[in-house]
């Protein structure tokens, strides 16, 4: 069965820097894009960056545009999110899924919680 497990959130001043890492499995990885979404309580997901299957071609929410980079490891079957100049209101819990711009997978993982304070 697919299985999406999302890693590297945590608790960082504004400014800072964290890395998502999600290891994909149940699936042929390498044949899907990947993208990476955050749902803040009481509001809608929503997307914030997709990569192809091999060509890597990206696309971002206005939001991250200039301060997010998602790229993936098809021998890892792992999708990251490199996250720069992080802003209070980047707090959301992360998630990825297949697809490019809408998810492929009802079955999400659980997450991993990001928190912009200081």
């Known amino acids: 069965q697919v299985q999406l497990v999302e890693s590297g959130g945590g608790l960082v001043q504004p400014g800072g820097s964290l890395r998502l890492s999600c290891a994909a499995s149940?699936?042929?990885?390498?044949?899907?894009?990947m993208s990476w979404y955050r749902q803040v309580q009481g509001k809608e997901r929503e997307l914030v960056a997709s990569?192809?299957?091999?060509?890597?071609?990206?696309k971002y929410g206005d939001s991250v545009k200039g301060r997010f980079t998602i790229s993936r490891d098809n021998a890892k079957n792992t999708v990251f999110l490199q996250m720069n100049s992080l802003k209070p209101e980047d707090t959301a819990v992360y998630y990825c899924?297949?697809?490019?711009?809408?998810?492929?997978?009802?079955?999400w993982g659980q997450g991993t919680q990001v928190t912009v304070s200081s």
């Open positions: 149940g699936f042929t990885f390498s044949r899907n894009a």
């Open positions: 990569i192809t299957s091999v060509d890597g071609i990206t």
């Open positions: 899924n297949a697809g490019y711009s809408r998810p492929v997978f009802e079955t």
